[in-house]
């Protein structure tokens, strides 16, 4: 692939893992960007106006390269599920998305500022829970730290306990649809 050195608009160890198996070196700036939590806005444009604001955010610091944000998303029914705010919170997600089929959208936003070049997309996939009752979600917590992650769980740690089934990119699920972004920067 051709493109500008790669800047990375996230501090997620889980993002800098997927994005090393299509740039094999990049760099990692923090987005400070505030992000949108607006149950108005259609999921698929809100996970991508986030993503957006978290490139720009990087983008006016490193307008020579080619910054990528990313934002993942939980949506049940088409409200957003984020990161809990303490393991009360977390177990009501785990209870709400017992038994039911999820969305997982992440919105991605490359942006090379120098070059006046933007390009954002989304990608969706269907996640169907296995029936939870409360001993395995109090197990699942346990095991798996989940403050951090949209939704309360990830699929990469233990997923197996608590997710019946994946239609469509499971990348996508853990926090960047690779095949997506590795077709969007051979674009690029």
């Known amino acids: 692939m051709n493109h500008p050195p790669v800047v990375l608009a996230s501090v997620s160890p889980r993002r800098r893992e997927l994005l090393r198996q299509i740039v094999p070196e990049f760099g990692v700036v923090d987005s400070l960007a505030t992000e949108l939590h607006d149950a108005t806005i259609p999921p698929r444009r809100l996970c991508e106006l986030n993503a957006e604001r978290k490139a ?24 957003p599920l984020g990161k809990p705010a303490d393991l009360d919170e977390a177990r009501a997600m785990l209870s709400r998305l017992s038994g039911r089929i999820h969305r997982v959208i992440t919105g991605v936003c490359l942006i090379q500022r120098q070059a006046a070049r933007a390009w954002m997309f989304s990608e ?16 699942y917590l ?13 699929i990469q740690q233990e997923g197996h306990r608590i997710v019946d089934k994946v239609e469509g990119s499971l990348t996508n699920v853990i926090g960047l649809p690779v095949e997506a972004l590795k077709a969007a920067l051979e674009r690029w």
Do not use: N
């Not at 990087?58 to 029914?77: K, N, Q």
């Open 124 to 139: 969706v996939t269907y996640v169907r829970f296995r029936e939870l009752g409360g001993a395995d979600i109090e197990e």
């Open 142 to 154: 346990s095991i798996v730290p989940v403050l951090d992650k949209a939704g309360a769980y990830a």
């Open 56 to 79: 720009w955010a990087v983008a006016e610091r490193y307008p020579e390269h080619l910054v990528i944000g990313a934002d993942t998303l939980v949506f049940l029914d088409d409200e």
